[in-house]
C-alpha cells in the first residue's frame, strides 16, 4: 500500500467516495480539464491531510 492509500483511507468518510472518480492509479488524483475544478473537494482533502499531519509531529 502506498502512503496515499493511507491517506486516501484516513479521510473522513463523507470525503472518500467524493475522491474516488478523481483517483489515478495509487498515489495521485486527476482533475480532467473538460471538467470544473472542484475546489471545495481539494479544499477539503487538503484540510483533512493538514490535520492529520499535524497530528504525527
Given at each position: 500500500?502506498?502512503?496515499?492509500?493511507?491517506?486516501?483511507?484516513?479521510?473522513?468518510?463523507?470525503?472518500?467516495?467524493?475522491?474516488?472518480?478523481y483517483?489515478?492509479?495509487?498515489?495521485?488524483?486527476?482533475?480532467?480539464?473538460?471538467?470544473?475544478?472542484?475546489?471545495?473537494?481539494?479544499?477539503?482533502?487538503?484540510?483533512?491531510?493538514?490535520?492529520?499531519?499535524?497530528?504525527?509531529?
Amino acid at each position: 500500500m502506498s502512503p496515499v492509500d493511507d491517506y486516501v483511507a484516513s479521510l473522513p468518510a463523507d470525503v472518500r467516495p467524493q475522491v474516488a472518480p478523481y483517483r489515478s492509479g495509487k498515489d495521485s488524483l486527476r482533475f480532467r480539464y473538460r471538467d470544473p475544478v472542484p475546489y471545495d473537494l481539494i479544499e477539503r482533502v487538503a484540510a483533512a491531510l493538514g490535520r492529520q499531519h499535524a497530528s504525527e509531529d
